[in-house]
Every structure is written in structure tokens, then in C-alpha cells.
């Protein structure tokens, strides 16, 4: 599995960004996808998720300004992040978690993937 995330930048505070996650695999049934961010000197925290079922789950200092979305078909994710804020400078990393799923069976365990992270930075 490999994750190519784009579309972080710098922004004035109020801005929007839209980040795009295109994952490749090959027998390989992804369950989740979601966003993490790595602010300067903190831990990888959760940004938002969504199943495979397009259920979603938002950090609470998230909610009601960035929405996540994912298209099943292309295996594409995006996170639409409106009303930026200067507390959201990080990179952003894109995940997946699924597993191994060929001939309709499912192989091993649950597995998870990372891309390389792109940078947010959010001016005052």
C-alpha cells in the first residue's frame, strides 16, 4: 500500500485548505481512512476518520469546520479544513487501515499504512 497525501500550504487564519490522500493497493481491502497531524514537538493526534460504510469520527477541536470524505472507488481521500486556525499548524498524515483480501477471502491481521506527510501552516 502506498499513500500520496497533497494540498497543505500556508494559510491566514479563517482560510481553507482542501488535503488529498490517493492510496495504491493491490489485494488489499481497506476498512479506514483517516487524518493525523503532528504539531511541532507534540504526538501524532487524530484529526478524523471514516469507515468503509462512511461513518465518521472528528477530534473535538475539529468539528463543524473540516470534513472528511473518501471516495471507495478511486481510493481517494480528502479533508475539506475551513475557518483554519493558527492551533492547526502541522503536518498532516493520511492512514489506512485494512487487510490482506484476495479470491473473496480475507488473509492475516488488520494492518495500517502511512503517508509522508504534508505541511500545514496556519498564519495569524
Known amino acids: 500500500v502506498q499513500l500520496q497525501a497533497s494540498g497543505g500550504g500556508l494559510v491566514q487564519a479563517g482560510g481553507s485548505l482542501r488535503l488529498s490522500c490517493a492510496a495504491s493497493t493491490s489485494d488489499f481491502s481497506i476498512n479506514v481512512l483517516g487524518w493525523y497531524r503532528q504539531a511541532p514537538g507534540k504526538g501524532r493526534d487524530l484529526v478524523a476518520t471514516?469507515?468503509?460504510?462512511?461513518?465518521?469520527n472528528y477530534a473535538d477541536s475539529v468539528k463543524g469546520r473540516f470534513t472528511i470524505s473518501r471516495d471507495n472507488a478511486k481510493n481517494a481521500l480528502s479533508l475539506q479544513m475551513n475557518s483554519l486556525k493558527p492551533e492547526d499548524t502541522a503536518v498532516y498524515y493520511c492512514?489506512?487501515?485494512?487487510?490482506?483480501?484476495?479470491?473473496?477471502?480475507?488473509?492475516?491481521?488488520?494492518?495500517?499504512?502511512w503517508g509522508q506527510g504534508t505541511q500545514v501552516t496556519v498564519s495569524s
Open positions: 471514516i469507515t468503509s460504510g462512511g461513518s465518521t
Open positions: 492512514n489506512v487501515r485494512g487487510r490482506t483480501y484476495y479470491s473473496g477471502i480475507y488473509y492475516g491481521p488488520n494492518r495500517e499504512y
